[in-house]
């Protein structure tokens, strides 16, 4: 048996992180949270009052900042930018309304990429994220492509906003949700699709369990090719 490397791509609100996260700790490889590094960058421009479309500026404040992730007994990663641990603040509604518009610069997506790669050199990782099996890990052993509907995913991410005691209107969730798939799909550099050798996976009336199930027996089978 050998360690893969597995590469889980879709659209916000399609269930990718929390699936990415139980195959992980079913398989005891690393997660690593792709999504959290742009929304750490993007909560650090914030604070510095940079515009999202600022890509100099952006740039700078991403080679001064030191990306760590650190994986939980919980499987939950945490994020750590210089030493600093960052958590409920990445997630906020102000981070969302501006990731998207952040993480679709040539240069800034370059530099993230190079940094991920770094990290799946291990290999044995889970990625999450909109390019992973398209532009950051190409040569992945398994590609997995879900998703669901504007509803649906509307509907999972106003609960998880409200779980958490965000403020939350499921209306605007949807319109948010429907302008960065426009935003993610129609970037020039490396927009959301379906690599050609993935698995489509359609989350819309499928249990958690029951996808992570389906992604681990693929992996296992993976690991026992020659």
Known sequence: MHKI??????????GKSTVAKEVANELSYLYIDTGAMYRALTFRALQAQVSEQDEQSLIQILKEM????????????????NGERLGEEIRTQTVTAKVSEVSAHRR??????ARQQQLAKQRGVVLDGRDIGTYVLPGAELKIYMDASVEERAKRRHLENIGKQRPSDITTTKEEIKR????????????????EDA????????????VVVHICGIAREKENED
């Open 199 to 210: 698995v489509r996976i359609d989350t819309t009336n499928r249990a958690i369990e029951e």
């Open 180 to 195: 960065r798939d426009g935003l993610d799909r129609e970037r020039p550099i490396a927009p959301l699709q379906q690599a």
């Open 108 to 113: 800034i997506r370059e530099e993230m990429v």
């Open 66 to 81: 030191e990306i760590t992730l650190e994986q939980q007994r919980d499987g939950d990663v945490q994020v750590l930018v």
């Open 5 to 14: 490397n597995i590469a889980i791509d879709g659209p916000a609100g399609s």
